[in-house]
């Protein structure tokens, strides 16, 4: 690819050709494909926010919540792969509101891709406090939706935040990474926490319908 001058001048660290490579490509590159076990492969489109031309959280921490994500999801036969990843400017850093969550994903959205947003902080905007993760529907058009993970999130958020993607409310299976409960002596180890039987038929027929309409595309191997 032979990139212009101009290209090179609006955007160095993405045009330049070589051996340098940039940021999100690195990022990208860092990133788990989907298992060979998984017999529906979906995209995830990563945008992270940059602050002083870093990203707000390290390719191994995406990584983890990508490879927890596809572990969590196995006995499903869905998997998840990045197929691109965007930069974020740093004014949306910070999350306080329910209309900074709407900003957030309008203008990025795409359908065919579960979009996921990586910011510096995710307040609670029903309580004092921050969370770790959110499914978001666009208030302005309630067909789309978006996850936003923030920084301190834990390392199956993603995975728990994909849950609602494919329809799943909290629930109280003692197994279930939908369960928030934190009553640790009732239930095991977390390393074992996936889906109840229950919330995979769920999550297999929000697949079903989800593809048939093109709201997610398998990736194509
Ligand atoms: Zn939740």
Redesign the pocket.
């Known amino acids: 690819m032979v990139a212009s001058w101009a290209a090179v001048a609006l955007v160095p660290s993405e045009a330049m050709a070589g051996p340098k490579k940039g940021p999100l490509l690195k990022l990208k590159e860092a990133m788990p494909p989907c298992a060979e076990g998984a017999e529906h492969c979906f995209g995830v489109r990563l945008h992270v926010v940059f602050k002083r031309k870093k990203p707000v959280v390290s390719a191994k921490w995406l990584a983890r919540q990508m490879n927890e994500a596809n572990a969590r999801f196995a006995d499903t036969k869905i998997g998840f792969e990045v197929v691109d990843v965007r930069r974020v400017h740093a004014g949306m850093e910070v999350m306080r509101t329910r209309k900074d969550r709407d900003r957030l994903g309008q203008g990025r959205f795409k359908r065919g891709v579960i979009d996921v947003f990586v910011v510096g902080q995710l307040d609670n905007v029903d309580a004092p406090g921050e969370i770790n993760g959110?499914?978001w529907r666009n208030r302005d058009n309630r067909q789309q939706r978006w996850i936003i993970l923030s920084k301190i999130a834990w390392h199956v958020t993603l995975a728990?935040?994909l849950?609602?993607f494919f329809g799943l409310p909290?629930s109280d299976y003692p197994g279930s990474i939908?369960n928030?409960s934190r009553k640790r002596d009732e239930r095991p180890p977390e390393d074992e926490w996936a889906f109840h039987d229950d919330e995979e038929a769920i999550i297999e027929k929000r697949r079903l319908r989800m593809t048939r309409s093109g709201y997610i595309k398998p990736v194509e191997p």
């Open positions: 959110v499914h728990h935040e849950g609602h909290h939908m928030k």
